[in-house]
């Protein structure tokens, strides 16, 4: 008997291996500068803890998860990475804000396609304890960079707010007003999501529920003064950061744990699945499964999809001191970006703080996170034409002319 390897699975042989190492690695070096640190979680979970995160009505729950049973409890092969990290993070008791990164392999029962397989390999980020609306934009803009520097420039970011349960409720009052005499025209499906988890129903590819949901009330125009408010300043933060996107109305993800903001990255080289990398806010799901009562936002990315359109050939590059950088006031965000720059050209790990928040809040967290160095420009610094740079080691702070500050950045971080 020849015996073959299981649908949807793959054997790796020298040449893709190194391409995922590669992959691997600048997604460490990358994220390393940007004050992530990686995660290993198990490959397996008690099942309860995807039922209660993911959504027990999900097609994920419902139809794909690989369970198995071992002394009456049920346990299943993980089919995605951000359960597993807050599982870990509540159960270790551990400190916000925190940045984790995690590479590894997920399992789902779908049907196997090009770029989509049972056993598949994602690299995620999650950032746990932050809710401004900056840092929505910051991931976006963060994994942007990231793709343009493994070789990935053409692709659309696409980006949508679902809204808090409450927005959610007031529109699937409107949206039943709507569907309710053409019901009887969308797919089974549909008819069974909307019952159960009715911002699915926009994940359908069947051309006629398509049409009919064109007219549909958008969920952007039903959202409360606050989600609201968050939106606007997420695209106001994008702008600032000059990333280009497109606002998809219809844009939902199909885990029932989202809040807010969510976004995909697009690649039109995928055809039908061309989705590369996926993410939002999950402000409940922390204290959902446990714990605390915290925003947290994060996002995946499948790298079997990225091995069909990435160039062979990966740069490397390499990382040093951790500089958290605090500008004071969300008008000097573009010098944030600067500096930022600066930095990470010279192999710095760099930070950016939160432009909205006060001095003294900002000077705690970089000390909590074990900055090296913070760097300070506000209106006093901007009126000297200077950068402040305070050592958190020895606590000494000197003013550095901002014509100066590439070489004064060269012997900082040599």
């Given at each position: ?6 649908k949807?699975?793959r ?8 391409r995922?190492?590669a992959i ?15 995660i ?6 008690f ?22 049973e ?16 807050l ?7 551990l400190?916000?804000?925190a ?11 779908e ?7 049972r ?7 999650e950032?746990l ?20 520097l ?6 659309i970011?696409e ?9 959610r ?14 019901i009887?025209?969308?797919?089974p499906?549909?008819q ?5 988890n ?5 994940d ?20 409360c003064?606050q ?36 976004f ?10 061309n ?17 605390k ?17 990435l ?16 500008v ?7 010098e944030m ?12 790990i ?12 900002q000077l705690?967290?970089?000390n ?5 160095y ?41």
């Amino acid at each position: 008997m020849i015996y073959q390897r299981p649908k949807g699975t793959r054997d790796l042989f020298a040449l893709e291996l190194k391409r995922i190492e590669a992959i691997n690695y600048q997604a460490r070096q990358f994220f390393e500068s940007s004050g992530y640190v990686e995660i290993k979680t198990p490959t397996f979970e008690f099942a309860q803890l995807f039922a209660r995160s993911i959504g027990e009505t999900t097609d994920i729950v419902e139809k794909e998860m690989y369970l198995f049973e071992v002394d009456k409890r049920q346990y299943v092969l993980r089919p995605e990475g951000t359960a597993s990290v807050l599982r870990a993070f509540i159960e270790n008791n551990l400190r916000v804000p925190a940045r984790f990164l995690y590479i590894g392999p997920m399992f789902r029962k779908e049907r196997p396609q090009k770029g989509r397989y049972r056993e598949f390999l994602q690299i995620g980020i999650e950032l746990l304890g932050e809710g401004e609306p900056f840092y929505d934009a910051e991931m976006i803009e963060q994994a942007n960079r990231f793709l343009n520097l493994i070789g990935l420039n053409e692709k659309i970011i696409e980006i949508n707010s679902i809204g808090c349960p409450e927005c959610r409720r007031r529109y699937k009052e409107k949206l039943l007003q709507y569907l309710k005499p053409k019901i009887d025209r969308v797919c089974p499906d549909c008819q069974r999501r909307f019952q159960r988890n009715f911002l699915r129903i926009f994940d359908c590819k069947n051309k006629t529920c398509q049409i009919i949901y064109t007219d549909a009330p958008k969920i952007t125009d039903n959202l409360c003064d606050q989600c609201l408010n968050h939106y606007n300043q997420v695209k106001n933060f994008l702008n600032a950061f000059s990333i280009e996107y497109i606002e998809n109305k219809k844009l939902v993800r199909g885990l029932d744990y989202y809040t807010r903001t969510v976004f995909e990255f697009k690649h039109r080289g995928l055809g039908a699945q061309n989705t590369i990398l996926a993410g939002g806010r999950y402000d409940l799901l922390m204290k959902e499964l446990g714990g605390k009562d915290l925003a947290c936002l994060g996002w995946a990315m499948g790298v079997e999809r990225l091995l069909l359109i990435l160039p062979e050939n990966l740069p490397e590059i390499k990382q040093k001191k951790k500089i958290f950088i605090i500008v004071i006031g969300e008008r000097f965000i573009s010098e944030m970006v600067k500096i930022r720059g600066l930095i990470q050209q010279r192999d710095g790990i760099c930070i950016l703080g939160n432009p909205s928040a006060t001095l003294k809040s900002q000077l705690k967290k970089a000390n909590r996170i074990q900055s090296d160095y913070v760097i300070i420009f506000g209106e006093d610094e901007e009126k000297k034409g200077v950068y402040t740079v305070r050592n958190m080691e020895t606590g000494y702070q000197e003013s550095v002319e901002i014509k100066s500050f590439a070489d004064y950045l060269n012997k900082l971080l040599q």
